[in-house]
């Protein structure tokens, strides 16, 4: 089992920024790719950002610029930069991973959620 803990949301004003973590424990083989989606109220829940295991990244437009993504695969840890925030970023920010693992000596393949983190952007 592949337990995900979000941290770094919060209420900041426009033009902040903040860094999110999601931390990955459990017995895993390998991390494959991570990636931080968003749902605003109202809304469906949306990719920011993605990183593959062999260092890809791809942007939602309307990170591009502003956030980054990246990993520590040693720390089993996936961070998301934002810069210059806007109000329209208010929202549950989620990590995803798609993982590897043994079970019973047979190598599986599966994805997980995190529970998510608030953020919010407002003056």
């Known amino acids: 089992q592949v337990h995900l803990v979000e941290s770094g949301g919060g209420l900041v004003q426009p033009g902040e920024s903040l860094r999110l973590s999601c931390l990955a424990s459990g017995s895993l083989f390998r991390i494959n790719d991570m990636g931080w989606y968003r749902q605003a109220p109202g809304k469906q829940r949306e990719l920011v950002a993605l990183?593959?295991?062999?260092?890809?990244?791809n942007y939602a437009d309307s990170a591009k610029g502003r956030f980054t993504i990246f990993r520590d695969d040693i720390k089993r840890t996936l961070y998301l930069q934002m810069n210059s925030l806007k109000p329209e970023d208010t929202a549950v920010y989620y990590c995803?991973?798609?993982?590897?693992?043994?079970?019973?000596?047979?190598?599986?393949?599966?994805?997980?959620w995190g529970q998510g983190t608030q953020v919010t952007v407002s003056s």
């Open positions: 990183t593959t295991r062999g260092g890809s990244v």
């Open positions: 995803n991973v798609d993982v590897q693992y043994y079970r019973n000596e047979i190598l599986n393949r599966s994805n997980y």
